[in-house]
């Protein structure tokens, strides 16, 4: 088992940035995936980006390539979303998730593990 716990999140203009950090409870398997999903009100938790936790290989969701930057604290057990000239759009409620699955990583079923979210509010 992994817990997870998000922080970071908070109230930025649009244009500005936010750091959120995913702090996980012990080193996740090298098999391992962690992935950010968020979840904006009415509307389906959407898979934003993940890393490989042996090789550090990222994905992302084609609408936040170029601003937001995923990466990883092998020591420190920490994942790390950086996001950078946020929009409206990008308000929502952010999670951490991890999967030992080598199915892919964009579906959210895929994760068995996930924090308890922490909300990101751009303003325009």
């Known amino acids: 088992q992994v817990q997870l716990v998000e922080s970071g999140g908070g109230l930025v203009q649009a244009g500005g940035s936010l750091r959120l950090s995913c702090a996980a409870s012990r080193r996740p398997f090298s098999r391992y995936k962690l992935g950010w999903f968020r979840q904006a009100p009415g509307k389906e938790r959407e898979f934003v980006a993940a890393?490989?936790?042996?090789?550090?290989?990222?994905y992302y969701v084609d609408s936040v390539k170029g601003r937001f930057t995923i990466s990883r604290d092998y020591a420190k057990n920490m994942v790390y979303l950086q996001m950078n000239s946020l929009k409206a759009e990008d308000t929502a409620v952010y999670y951490c998730?991890?999967?030992?699955?080598?199915?892919?990583?964009?579906?959210?079923?895929?994760?068995?593990?996930w924090g308890q979210g922490t909300q990101v509010t751009v303003s325009s």
């Open positions: 890393i490989s936790w042996s090789d550090g290989s990222t």
């Open positions: 998730a991890a999967t030992r699955l080598q199915v892919g990583e964009r579906l959210p079923q895929w994760y068995a593990y």
